[in-house]
């Protein structure tokens, strides 16, 4: 009798600990999709993050909506979403008209991610994005439109950022000087604002643009960068449109309203505002709030322009 009760006690516990078996495996595929434990540590970092800046940012009149509610449109999007970024692929010139996503204070302080270098096709864009391959031998950079630079806080972010959709054909000098400048001073301003929503994308225009490689990827003439900061009291706006070449200029000399950009680009950067704070906030800017790093500018001039 003893020896049956033994049996079944012990063909209970192989039972139960098979089941944790399975449950721990449903668990790990259903809510991880086979990440690795580096993926996981990964994504609980990024909760943590994010946690911090609500607990910084804990006046319900300064918590800041999603960025889904922000989003541009423009004709004809393909709508691709990662997820710190989206975009909108554009088929016929091989690269993103747009890229939004969110910059915070808490992120850009954040070092966890190094540069990746992984560049590869964009599994998410219906039709295919383009490939390393047509930017070979081309003589442009692989211009990031979000930059590397602003997803430090998380490997999953870095990676996300060296899909082909992200990237687009800037001049080496271009890439390397000013737009480089602007990125990092867009990042100095989200420590300042603690939270920005940014867009950013090439100026294809209305022409036919210079294509390289097998899939024909536009050359754009133009960059764009709009940035948008909610927080209350001091809510503003700004866009930047560069030529894609050396600039010696300053950023300020490329500074312009939204409105003049969605012009040029045919792209409605903010639709989902209120009509009376999107007309506020892109009809004019206020060159006061957006301060230049001095340091830096000189730093492009003698340095980065040459590299």
């Given at each position: 009798m003893n020896?049956?009760?033994?049996?079944?006690?012990?063909?209970?516990?192989?039972?139960?600990?098979?089941?944790?078996?399975?449950?721990?495996?449903?668990?790990?595929?259903?809510?991880?999709?086979?990440?690795?434990?580096?993926?996981?540590?990964?994504?609980?970092?990024?909760?943590?993050?994010?946690?911090?800046?609500?607990?910084?940012?804990n006046n319900p009149n300064q918590i800041v909506e999603e960025l889904d509610n922000y989003l541009p449109r423009s004709e004809g999007d393909i709508i691709v979403n990662h997820r710190f970024y989206t975009l909108s692929y554009s088929e016929k010139d091989e690269q993103a008209k747009w890229v939004a996503f969110e910059l915070t204070k808490?992120?850009?302080?954040?070092?966890?991610?190094?540069?990746?270098?992984?560049?590869?096709?964009?599994?998410?864009?219906?039709?295919?994005?383009?490939?390393?391959?047509?930017?070979?031998?081309s003589g442009y950079d692989r211009g990031h439109l979000c930059a590397a630079g602003d997803m430090t806080f998380s490997r999953t972010a870095m990676s996300e950022t060296f899909y082909m959709s992200n990237m687009s054909p800037q001049h080496r000098s271009f890439n390397r000087g000013i737009w480089k400048e602007l990125e990092q001073q867009t990042r100095d301003w989200a420590r300042q604002n603690d939270h920005l929503y940014v867009i950013t994308g090439p100026v294809l225009g209305k022409r036919e643009n210079k294509k390289i490689g097998d899939n024909r990827v536009s050359v754009p003439k133009a960059f764009y960068k709009v940035i948008l900061d909610l927080k209350k009291p001091d809510q503003k706006a700004?866009?930047?449109?560069?030529?894609?070449?050396?600039?010696?200029?300053?950023?300020?000399?490329?500074?312009?309203?939204?409105?003049?950009?969605?012009?040029?680009?045919?792209?409605?950067?903010?639709?989902?505002?209120?009509?009376?704070?999107?007309?506020?906030?892109?009809?004019?800017?206020?060159?006061?709030?957006?301060?230049?790093?001095?340091?830096?500018?000189?730093?492009?001039?003698?340095?980065w322009n040459n590299e």
């Open positions: 020896e049956n009760k033994s049996f079944f006690g012990g063909l209970i516990q192989m039972i139960i600990l098979s089941a944790l078996v399975v449950l721990g495996i449903y668990i790990y595929y259903e809510y991880f999709d086979g990440q690795s434990i580096a993926d996981i540590k990964d994504e609980i970092e990024d909760v943590i993050h994010d946690t911090d800046s609500l607990i910084q940012n808490s992120r850009v302080n954040s070092f966890i991610a190094k540069r990746t270098n992984d560049f590869r096709e964009d599994p998410a864009v219906p039709k295919g994005s383009a490939t390393i391959w047509d930017y070979k031998g700004i866009a930047y449109m560069i030529p894609n070449e050396k600039q010696t200029k300053r950023l300020e000399d490329f500074e312009m309203s939204i409105d003049q950009l969605e012009k040029i680009t045919d792209i409605d950067f903010f639709p989902a505002l209120p009509d009376n704070q999107e007309h506020e906030l892109e009809s004019n800017y206020n060159p006061m709030y957006w301060i230049y790093d001095e340091e830096r500018f000189k730093t492009r001039l003698s340095v």
